[in-house]
Structures are given as structure tokens and as C-alpha cells.
């Protein structure tokens, strides 16, 4: 019954390093995102997908960029991994773009950079 | 600019009574918003959606409110149980936007 997967549960990175992180969906969605959480601030909206190779900044995309080259798999990057990028990262998938249904969230990846 | 907000403040009750929780969104009209559940260390999961001509949802022990003049969801559990103790998150979309924007989301804890 998984429907997002992201690849790593946790992680630990050294500064400086070049980070992925990989969201699989097996719901045939169009739209999806990756979020940042960190205590007292919420969710924050990294980056979206509405398309296959089509992408959009969120609120905070400074040191990521992402990738979409399949319709059911999105990856985060971190270009150069920095402390201030610990933090939970969480993808998410929805049917429609818009708040209209629901977002299916992964479990989460732990990332803590050294 | 457009803000969605909830008490950041816990909320704790005992089992049996009923849990309120309020979020309040500024500068923006959506039509819908949704609640989720998040638990320690995993992703948020879906609860509710309530569209903005909806004044009431029900789902079992849940409840959510939608006051379009308040510009205010209210979210209640009834007959709390300590299996209920979580965070719950408010979200919808903002005005020009494609993606749902969260509130900080309020901590729950249910105490026997």
C-alpha cells in the first residue's frame, strides 16, 4: 500500500558534499514537491513539478535544484551540502495541482550534514 | 503576503473530552483547506478537505469547520484517546500559487 517512497530514511553528509534525495510515486501523479521541516517554521516548499521535466521554485530553493526526467520519480539535490541544510525532507505527490485533493507524503528523509 | 497560522502553543486534554484546534489564514481566500496528521519522524497523512461553500465536514470522530468571515478552519476530535496525540497541520493554497502551503501545525497530547 506505499504510494511515495523516498530512498533514505536517514542520512548523514559531510560539508561540501553533493546530495541526492529520490522520491518515488506509484500513483500516476503529475504534481510533485519536496518540502523542508524544521521545528517553529512548518513545512517550507523547496521545489514543485507539475510535469515530466517541467520544474518551479518554491519559497526556499537557494543550494537545491531538482530533477524530473520521470513521470513517477523526483530528486532533490543538494549542490554543496552545508550544516544550515540539516533538516527533514519530505516529497509529497498530488492528483491535481491545486489544494483540491490530497497530498500523499513520503516517510521522510533525516538529513544531517556534518 | 499571505499567511497561514496555527497556535504553535501544545495543546494538552485528558482522554474523553473534546480537542480544538484552530487555524486562521490572512490575506487570501482559499476555496478549500485541508488538515493533516503527522506523527514523530514520518510524513504528514491526509485527514480532511473542506471547500470554502462547505460550513461542516464529519469523518468518524472528526470535525472541521470552514468560516469564509473569520477567515478561521476549526478542527475538533471528539472522545479524544491518547492514540490521538499528534501534530496536526492545516494547509491550503495561496492565491497565484501551485503548491499547498502549510501552517507550523499545533501538538496534541491526549492524556489518560
Known amino acids: 500500500d506505499v504510494k511515495v517512497t523516498q530512498s533514505s530514511r536517514y542520512l548523514v553528509k559531510r560539508t561540501g558534499e553533493k546530495v541526492f534525495l529520490e522520491c518515488v510515486q506509484d500513483m500516476d501523479h503529475e504534481n510533485m514537491f519536496w518540502y523542508r521541516q524544521d521545528p517553529g517554521l512548518g513545512l517550507r516548499l523547496i521545489y514543485f513539478s507539475y510535469d515530466v521535466k517541467m520544474k518551479e521554485k518554491g519559497d526556499i530553493p537557494e543550494g537545491y535544484s531538482v530533477s524530473r526526467e520521470k513521470k513517477e520519480r523526483f530528486s532533490l539535490i543538494l549542490e554543496s551540502a552545508s550544516t544550515n541544510q540539516t533538516s527533514m525532507y519530505l516529497c509529497?505527490?498530488?492528483?491535481?495541482?491545486?489544494?483540491?485533493?490530497?497530498?500523499?507524503f513520503g516517510q521522510g528523509t533525516r538529513l544531517t550534514v556534518v | 503576503s499571505q499567511k497561514i497560522e496555527q497556535n504553535s502553543e501544545a495543546l494538552n486534554i485528558q482522554e474523553g473530552k473534546t480537542a480544538t484546534l484552530t487555524c486562521n489564514y490572512t490575506n487570501y481566500s482559499p476555496a478549500y483547506l485541508q488538515w493533516y496528521r503527522q506523527d514523530p519522524g514520518r510524513g504528514p497523512v491526509f485527514l480532511l478537505l473542506?471547500?470554502?461553500?462547505?460550513k461542516e465536514k464529519r469523518k468518524e470522530r472528526l470535525k472541521v469547520t470552514f468560516d469564509t468571515t473569520l477567515k478561521q478552519s476549526l478542527f475538533h476530535i471528539t472522545a479524544s484517546q491518547p492514540a490521538d496525540s499528534a501534530t496536526y497541520l492545516c494547509a491550503s493554497r495561496g492565491t497565484g500559487r501551485r503548491a499547498l502551503t502549510f501552517g507550523s501545525g499545533t501538538r496534541l497530547q491526549v492524556q489518560p
Open positions: 473542506i471547500r470554502e461553500n462547505e
Open positions: 509529497a505527490s498530488t492528483l491535481t495541482p491545486g489544494g483540491g485533493t490530497e497530498a500523499f
